[in-house]
């Protein structure tokens, strides 16, 4: 394998784990604000007096 070969090999596995790395950010942020999405909505159902009272007739 000649030398232009090789860097141009190299050059493409670099390009290739950059991608993938940038690529893998991204999701790894997509998944922060869906994560904290779902704990706001989930702080907005809510309900304080929700199973206060039970109901129970014999």
Do not use: F, W, Y
């Not at 950010?25 to 206060?52: I, T």
């Amino acid at each position: 394998m000649d030398i232009a070969a090789l860097s141009t090999s190299l050059s493409s596995a670099s390009l290739s784990q950059a991608v993938s790395i940038r690529v893998l950010s991204m999701a790894k942020g997509q998944a922060e604000q869906q994560g904290q999405s779902l704990v706001q909505m989930m702080n907005a159902s809510l309900d304080p007096n929700l199973g206060k009272n039970l109901d129970i007739r014999v």
